[in-house]
């Protein structure tokens, strides 16, 4: 039976990431080890990862790239998603057990999450949803909050004698992306136009969430480090892409955002 997150069950969400890194094999190896990512393919300086068969992150060499500007447009975070509470247990187990540095934890009333930062600075979640079925809504806009995560409760969800963290499980995916931008207002105007994604949450001028098909966001857009940010600078380390999924597209194209941020679309079924 599927356990695929309801994430990747609407007309449109993120397919996978792509990363410029200085050291491609060492962040490779941090997305291994930490993240729990296996290796796809390699191909020239790119490796390829993901969760089975599922590609979930690109890491394109360029040990000429400088390194990333967290005041710039960019990457804030992306955020793997693990089907299962139990699955999130299992990776905070392991990295209690391998005393790996968390940024931070929050409940965020849709979903519990932990933080790290890669070895390059980029930022990642590691995350599960609560039941979509759960989720509080105020007409169009959903209940999100930024609370004090039950770690204990989350690692009870594991089963005694359970063989624990085997990496990322199969179901797992990219649920969303949070972008660093210059202006909210304009990130969330320029998502509605050309994905027709629903605004779902505001976090005052600051922050944006936004989704497809009722999920709680699939792309986050803020300003808390980057504001009035101009053009990304694309000889920088940090994001090189974001690919979206979509059930309507019928040929694959790429775009960019008003930050330069490329934005790539491949045509394909929910699931």
Same mark, same amino acid.
């Given at each position: 039976?599927s ?7 609407t007309?449109?969400?993120v ?11 060492? !962040?490779?190896?941090?997305?291994r080890?930490?993240?729990?990512l296996?290796? !796809?393919r390699r191909?020239?300086?790119?490796i390829?990862l993901?969760a089975?068969?599922?590609a979930?992150? @690109? ?7 400088t390194?990333? %500007? ?8 992306t955020?793997?998603? !693990?089907p299962?509470?139990a699955?999130?247990?299992r ?12 940024d931070?934890?929050? =409940? ?7 933080y !790290?930062? =890669? ?9 599960? @949803? ?5 989720w509080k ?12 995560l =039950?770690?204990?409760s989350?690692v009870a969800?594991v /089963?005694?004698?359970?063989a624990?963290?085997?990496?990322? /499980?199969e179901d797992?995916?990219?649920g ?18 050309e994905?027709?994604f %629903?605004t ?11 989704s ?6 699939h ?6 480090q980057?504001? &009035?940010?101009?053009? &990304?600078? /694309?000889?920088?380390t940090?994001l090189?892409?974001v690919?979206?999924?979509?059930a ?7 775009r ?5 941020t490329?934005i790539r679309?491949?045509?394909g079924?929910?699931?």
């Amino acid at each position: 039976m599927s356990n695929i997150p309801f994430a990747a069950t609407t007309p449109i969400s993120v397919s996978r990431v792509g990363l410029k890194a200085r050291d491609v094999g060492a !962040l490779g190896a941090f997305y291994r080890d930490v993240v729990g990512l296996q290796e !796809l393919r390699r191909d020239g300086g790119t490796i390829t990862l993901g969760a089975g068969s599922r590609a979930l992150l @690109d890491i394109e060499s360029d040990k000429a790239a400088t390194p990333d %500007d967290p005041r710039s447009a960019g990457l804030f975070h992306t955020a793997f998603l !693990l089907p299962t509470r139990a699955d999130l247990g299992r990776w905070i187990k392991h990295a209690i057990d391998r005393r790996i540095p968390v940024d931070g934890a929050s =409940d965020h009333r849709v979903s519990e999450a932990l933080y !790290l930062t =890669d070895p390059e600075g980029n930022g990642i979640e590691i995350y599960a @949803d609560r039941p979509h079925t759960s989720w509080k809504w105020n007409g169009s806009q959903v209940e999100m909050a930024t609370e004090q995560l =039950d770690i204990g409760s989350i690692v009870a969800e594991v /089963p005694a004698g359970d063989a624990g963290w085997q990496g990322a /499980p199969e179901d797992s995916i990219v649920g969303h992306v949070h972008l660093r931008v210059g202006d909210p207002a304009v990130a969330a105007e320029w998502w509605n136009k050309e994905f027709g994604f %629903d605004t779902v949450a505001k976090y005052g001028a600051a922050a944006v969430f936004l989704s497809s098909g009722g999920y709680h966001h699939h792309i986050g857009a803020n300003s808390w480090q980057s504001p &009035r940010a101009g053009r &990304r600078d /694309p000889s920088r380390t940090g994001l090189a892409w974001v690919e979206m999924r979509s059930a309507t597209a019928d040929k694959t194209d790429s775009r960019e955002d008003p930050w330069g941020t490329v934005i790539r679309t491949i045509p394909g079924q929910p699931g």
